[in-house]
């Protein structure tokens, strides 16, 4: 796995208590090139709407490096706020958290762990956005404020690369889009629909990222390996 990186790479991976995020930490642990996985999570009380536990985890961590940074987090239905079907749905509190979690949430980890990545070689961050955050894709309409946090993450993603590649030319950092996968927060909206095991969901991605270059840093890519549209 992740032949891009040094024998013994490192690896960082938020919401490692997650469906996908586990099953991330759990390839990462299987892989005999991986010299050390630490898992981070509200169980560590790692909460993304609490930018002092963000900025304290990171204090734990300084001084060591991290060749992947793995960004599993995010929400689609908080504190039993689903997502709308029209606009009459439209909650600002409830807005404001989808922001909270899937946007700004993300944006505070690039904030305090882009410092851990290392320089003067290859250094990978994958954060899990969603197609349905794509504007040019959107034909189906409603979920309106988990896709504008998406969008917004993937916005955040774009000007993030800019800043990052000055410093670390050769880092990659990209919003990828999982699949639909078989985890609690697609279960109530999966249907008859076939969704990816999380374990497979994980082991594309991981490839994805790991064969994208510093030119294609910025962008945002399905498990596949497609680009998909802003
Ligand atoms: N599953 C899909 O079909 C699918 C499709 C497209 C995109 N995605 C995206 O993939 C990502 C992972 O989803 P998943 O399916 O693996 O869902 P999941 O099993 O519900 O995992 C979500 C993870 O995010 C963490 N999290 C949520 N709110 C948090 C907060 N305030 N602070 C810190 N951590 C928080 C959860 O922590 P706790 O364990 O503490 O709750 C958990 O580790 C999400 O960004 C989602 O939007 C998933």
Redo the contacts with the bound molecule.
Sequence with gaps: MLPSLPSDYRALV?????????AVAAALEGDPRCAEVVGL???DG?????EASIAGAAERLAGQAFDLLFD?????V?DGAGPEKALRGIDPEAMARQF???AI?PALILKHFTPLMPRGQRALFG??????GSIGDNRLGGWIS?RAA?AALNQIVRTAAVEVARQRPEAVLAAL??????????DPF?GSRD??T?AA?AAALLSVLDGLSPRQSGGFFAYDGQAIEW
């Excluded at 790692?46 to 609490?50: A, G, Q, T, V």
């Excluded at 599993?72 to 689609?76: P, V």
């Excluded at 954060?127 to 349905?132: H, I, N, P, W």
């Design positions: 938020f919401g490692s208590s997650g469906g996908i995020g586990g999570s509200r169980r790692f909460d993304l709407e609490d599993a987090t995010g929400a689609l908080i909270a979690v899937n949430g954060t899990l956005s969603a197609r349905v988990y998406k889009h999982p699949g639909t996968v078989e985890t609690r927060l697609s999966a969704r990816l999380p969901s």
